[in-house]
């Protein structure tokens, strides 16, 4: 059974610092990867998707990379603001089409 | 991008009575779509996938005589929670695959359920 795991819960950085979210899943045979935001009370927004087949992607200050041997993924912020806080979710699914497997999520606080 | 919405945003409604909570898929056709529920500080969890024109596909746990799911047309899949009880309180999520998009999925805003 796949279960996917985010490492730290939460994180408090102070603004403009460069940042690393982990995400690690256990069964390698995965089709896609997806991160996610998450704001309080609100639903989910799709930062970036990886195909099992590629190794990273990239979206304005965020890069999140694949290795898919080794059941990780890691999603780099760079020049972090106030407005990057909110809730960083990774999932995978396992075949094209179906349901998304998520982590607890990345909880992180961007001071000012 | 492809967009998904879903109705109500939030209700709040009585021990014993029942809720629809509608998932529409606005640009794209949906074949299936799927249904979370996340509980305060935990992460998404998967319900059911629903299955445009035949039954739709409960994951262990979840009562699929409470949470009816209807997957009528290519754009709407609908949940209804019956006899809805303080523990059925939680934030229901849809998402559907986009086909031309290398299947990312997009999810609706969520539906806020409060019962009584």
């Known amino acids: 059974k796949q279960e996917v795991t985010q490492i730290p819960a939460a994180l408090s950085v102070p603004e403009g610092e460069n940042l690393v979210l982990n995400c690690s899943f256990t069964d390698s045979a995965i089709y896609n990867l997806q991160w996610f935001r998450q704001d309080p009370g609100k639903g989910l927004t799709s930062l970036l998707l990886i195909q099992s087949s590629q190794r990273e992607q990239t979206s304005g200050r965020l890069n999140a990379s694949l290795d898919k041997s080794s059941g990780r993924s890691t999603l780099y912020i760079a020049a972090s603001q106030p407005g990057d806080s909110a809730t960083y979710l990774c999932a995978v699914t396992n075949q094209a089409g179906t349901a998304l497997i998520f982590g607890k999520g990345t909880t992180l606080s961007v001071s000012s | 991008g492809a967009v998904v919405s879903q109705h109500p945003s939030w209700v709040i409604c009585k021990s014993g009575t029942s809720v629809k909570i509608e998932c529409r898929s606005l640009?794209?056709?949906?074949?299936?779509m799927f249904w979370y529920r996340q509980f305060p500080k935990q992460s998404l969890m998967l319900m059911a996938t629903s299955n445009e024109g035949s039954k739709a596909t409960y994951e262990q746990g979840v009562e699929k005589d409470k949470f009816l799911i209807n997957h009528a047309s290519l754009t709407l899949s609908t949940l209804t929670v019956t006899s809805a009880h303080p523990e059925d309180s939680s934030f229901y999520i849809c998402?559907?695959?986009?086909?031309?998009?290398?299947?990312?999925?997009?999810f609706g805003p969520g539906t806020r359920l409060t019962v009584l």
């Open positions: 640009d794209f056709q949906a074949t299936t």
């Open positions: 998402s559907a695959p986009y086909p031309g998009r290398r299947d990312e999925q997009f």
